[in-house]
């Protein structure tokens, strides 16, 4: 199971632009209901009935008439994010949606505990390279006051500097927020690898940055097992993929910092963050090193690369003892995960670009089937890519309305 948002990933959809600040914290009564009806009726066999039902949806209708939101239980919380990650069409890893490890934070809204809590979350879902998918929740938007916001797109990702002369040295989709962290102090040592910072905000305190501790940051080294020289191209990449920048919405209340992880599919390293032309774009080297024929486009030497890096990717990842999965197991268990959806009577939402992999789509069962049409704004719970977040990664200032 894997949640970086550059392919497969347990990424939700994008939204459209978040409601002005000043309404973000009022619950609809209406939303409310309809998730807590959900709850109860799917874990109706933990003893929660109709009559437990009308009973919570009182006392939840009270606290939205007094105060305009609500307060959800420990299970609610549960239930709805897992139910978020299920209800996530572009991910391809949702089988283990059910399993989902819930770190409560909702006391928490200060910047520095934030951080501090973001930092904690990397380390306790690593359990020595055994990755556990794993989410924090932080204090929820309200009337009276917007809960804290990660501004990074994942809780790890690597700087990319763009210099004098127009050239790139990093990661190329990472120039707007590495500036931005900049601008607001922090100063990286301008290598190919370097960790950004935690980038955090909260009206009270305004923007911060913090470092993240080098034992906090899993790293894997990139070599092949059958050709030694890769090594030569000095990669690597971090083992816990962990979205930032998006909303989790449960029943008309908004978690705005709500980081969340799973483990890496090696295609989303090994075609796409190290391949894409934007941003490492290490196929041309990597082909140099193999001695492939780079004169034509019909020699397939691009293909030829990208495999090979996909199996220094697994390759490097076993080693080091992180979890990592492949899109060939990963597409029959989306397929398990499918079946089960519909033995429980339940529809299934799926992006097929998102859901069928990078490299040898059409090798794998995914590719071969269509899948159930979904309505974006239908789909509640949900994780919400956030537009001033997206906004903040590309180094723009957004204008807040309200």
């Known amino acids: 199971m894997s949640t970086d948002t550059d392919h497969a990933a347990a990424t939700a959809i994008p939204s459209p632009a978040p409601a002005p600040a000043a309404k973000r914290g009022v619950a609809d009564p209406d939303e409310a209901r309809e998730f807590l009806a ?66 409560d934070r909702r006391g928490m ?66 120039s707007g927020i590495t500036t931005y962290a900049r601008s607001l102090g922090w100063r990286g040592p301008g290598g190919r690898f370097d960790v950004l910072p935690l980038i955090v905000e909260h009206e009270r305190d305004g923007v911060r940055w913090f470092p993240l501790p080098r034992n906090a940051v899993h790293e894997v080294p990139i070599t092949h097992p059958e050709y030694p020289q890769v090594a030569e191209l ?50 041309p080297d990597l082909a140099r090193l193999l001695g492939l024929d780079t004169s034509s486009e019909r020699t397939l030497w691009r293909d030829r690369a990208l495999v090979e890096l996909n199996r220094a990717v697994l390759h490097s990842f076993d080693t080091a003892g992180a979890a990592i999965t492949d899109h060939h197991t990963e597409s029959e268990r989306f397929l398990r995960h499918l079946g089960r959806e519909e033995d429980a009577g339940r529809g299934c939402p799926a992006d097929w670009s998102w859901i069928v992999p990078p490299v040898s789509g059409g090798l794998t069962p995914v590719y071969h089937r269509y899948y159930d049409a979904y309505d974006e704004a239908e789909l509640r719970p949900a994780f919400v890519l956030d537009d001033e977040a997206v906004q903040r990664a590309r180094g723009e200032t957004p204008v807040r309305e309200g």
């Open 109 to 174: 809204f200060r910047v520095g505990d934030v951080a501090a809590e973001c930092v904690e979350h990397l380390r306790s879902t690593w359990r020595g390279g055994r990755i556990r998918p794993t989410i924090t929740v932080f204090a929820p938007d309200t009337p009276d006051q917007a809960g804290p916001r990660i501004w990074n797109e994942q809780l790890v990702r690597y700087a990319g500097y763009v210099m004098p002369d127009g050239t790139r040295v990093g990661d190329g989709r990472t």
């Open 38 to 103: 959900g709850f109860h009726r799917e874990t109706a066999a933990a003893g929660r009935g109709e009559e437990a039902f009308e009973a919570r949806w009182r006392e939840v209708r009270t606290q939205i008439d007094r105060s305009g939101t609500y307060t959800h239980t420990l299970d609610e919380l549960t239930w709805g994010a897992r139910v978020a990650w299920r209800n996530s069409a572009r991910c391809i890893g949702r089988l283990y949606w059910n399993s989902l490890h819930i770190r």
């Open 234 to 283: 000095d990669l690597r990449w971090h083992a816990v993929p962990a979205i930032a920048n998006m909303r989790l919405e449960i029943g008309g209340v908004t978690y705005g910092a709500a980081p969340f992880n799973g483990w890496y599919m090696q295609t989303e390293i090994g075609a796409r963050n190290l391949v894409d032309a934007d941003r490492y774009d290490v196929l």
